[in-house]
């Protein structure tokens, strides 16, 4: 029986297939229930004692022979046929699917393009920022309420160290390093401690807007507040101001524009009043110029700050603020077209 299997090894070991049909029927010849193998194994039983070992070692030595030559074989066929199937070089390529900007971003940017043209430049300053840029260079009293623990995010073991809670602080980081002419817009992130809701968030986005020159008065803010209007929601949009207050400007304003929704008609969205509020703006407060060493008696200013989501709601009518820190790609893509 030994020399049979001798026999056998050899055989295979000079196993050769002209396809992968042959080398299936070698397989099935050998190695299959039915095979060559098997029925050896099946006379093992038949085997005298003594030559149990020696011919049990034999058969198993012919079995990985014969399943690694053919495995050998197999893979030869495999990568023939793997060249076989090289991609097809004159198919149309799957378009590459692209991002879609940010609403926000898309607004931040168009609301830049437009002051720019007036020749404000990009200013920037830290999110992470301290009492005295945020509120007291701003003439915030002592006893401000927006300095409240309600309003501000502080950071626990630095009580001086904040979340600025207005693009308002890059104001003062320009101009404690700049004299005028200043001519700034200032986008950012800022952080209010608010309850999240469809409405609220505890951190949203604002641009601020500075011009400190000789003679710079109020009509100039409001032509450049009728110019920024128009650029941004339609040239047939109408702007009015009302009186109010903040600490860095005096006097301040807030702006309405005709509702862009309804045309000043009267809606849901405007409450039926025909106008809907985007910004406060205001003449520099001298005391602001003074506390960020500029000489209030040679020069004067304008100021104005507006809250990017709010803009972006009227733009395109989000309802649920939350969706812009969600990045559900659904919303976002319903942007595509405005990129
Ligand atoms: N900082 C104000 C806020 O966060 C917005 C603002 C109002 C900015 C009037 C200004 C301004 O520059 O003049 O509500």
Known sequence: MIEKIEQLIQEIESLKAASAEELEALRLKYLSKKGIINDLMADF????????????????????????????????????????????????????????????????????????????????????????????????????????????????SHPDIILRTHTSSVQSRVMEVTQPPIRIICPGRVYRNEAISYRAHCFFHQVEA?????????????????????????????????????????????????????????????????????????????????LNGINSKEYTGFALGMGIERITNLKYQVKDLRMFSENDRRFLEEFESAN
């Open 45 to 156: 039983r038949n085997v005298p004692v003594e030559q149990k070992k020696a011919v049990g070692q034999k058969l198993n030595e012919l079995k990985t022979k014969a399943q690694d030559r053919i495995n050998a074989l197999k893979e030869v066929f495999d990568a023939q046929k793997a060249q076989g199937e090289k991609p097809d070089l004159t198919r149309t390529a799957y378009p590459a699917p692209l991002g879609t900007r940010h609403p926000l971003n898309i607004v931040k940017n168009e609301i830049i393009d437009i002051f720019s043209r007036l020749g404000f430049v990009l200013a920037d300053g830290p999110e992470v920022e301290d009492d005295w840029h945020v509120f007291s260079s701003m003439n915030f009293a002592e006893d401000h309420p927006a300095r409240d623990m309600q309003d501000t995010f502080f950071v626990e």
């Open 210 to 290: 500075l011009y400190v020159d000789r003679n710079v008065s109020f009509s100039d803010l409001k032509q450049v507040l009728l110019y920024f209007a128009q650029e941004m929601f339609g040239q047939d949009t109408k702007i009015r101001l009302r009186p109010s207050y903040f600490p860095f400007t005096e006097p301040s304003a807030e702006m309405d524009i005709s509702c862009n929704i309804c045309g000043g008609k009267g809606c849901p969205f405007c409450k039926g009043t025909g106008w809907v509020e985007i910004l406060g703006c205001g003449m520099v407060d001298p005391n602001v110029l003074e």
